[in-house]
């Protein structure tokens, strides 16, 4: 397996400790760790394999480091690299937005050209609405470190069980 880069934007840590806790599942040596507010979009370019993740913000919103981050997506393309998505909000206080920078990313990653990997089930969550879900899944894998915090590590388990065998 080539060496994954995992790009993350976190306010208050949910979002890097998540990332923490995929790249240790992943093995530390397979994968390099970018916090996004030191790298730019470029920086993608020197991965096959990549995965992003991101809280939401406002309402709906990129996280603060996200909204420098993304538009320097227009300038990438992204054929033939396989990509895969982390999701951090919260089901309770924003329902009818939850997780929806997930959804953003997504959406722009597909436009450049990359593959996503790594689609969630949306059972076991209670939402409204979430541009994140594509055909009843989640685009990538969905966390609610307010409300489910006690999930995270059997979620994280099974979602990087299930990504590994199409990383390239
Ligand atoms: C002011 C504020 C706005 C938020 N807006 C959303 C939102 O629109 N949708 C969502 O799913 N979660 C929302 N959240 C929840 C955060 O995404 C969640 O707490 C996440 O774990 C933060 O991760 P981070 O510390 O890595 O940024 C919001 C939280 C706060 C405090």
């Known amino acids: 397996m080539k060496t994954i880069g995992l790009f993350y934007g976190s306010e208050t ?11 240790a599942q992943l093995g530390e040596g397979n994968v390099v760790l970018h916090n996004i507010s030191e790298c730019d979009a470029q920086s993608l370019l020197s991965y096959d394999n990549i ?13 603060s480091d ?3 981050f993304l538009p320097g997506f227009d300038e990438l393309d992204l054929t033939g690299k396989t990509v895969a998505f982390f999701g951090l909000g919260d089901q309770v206080n924003y329902a009818d937005v939850f997780l929806d920078a ?3 990313i997504y959406e722009k990653v597909v436009e450049r050209g990359g593959q996503p ?16 879900v ?4 989640f685009v990538g894998l969905a966390l609610d470190a307010d409300n489910q915090d006690d999930m995270t590590p059997d979620r994280i ?5 299930g990504i590994q065998g199409q990383l390239q």
């Open 13 to 23: 840590g949910n979002t890097e400790n998540a990332a923490s806790m995929i790249a």
């Open 134 to 137: 594509v055909d009843g899944y």
């Open 102 to 104: 997930m959804g953003t």
């Open 117 to 132: 990997i790594g689609a969630w089930p949306a059972d076991g969550y209670d939402f409204s609405a979430s541009t994140a």
């Open 51 to 63: 995965i992003l993740g991101a809280s939401t913000w406002g309402f709906g919103e990129l996280q």
């Open 66 to 68: 996200w909204e420098n």
């Open 157 to 161: 388990g099974s979602w990087v069980a």
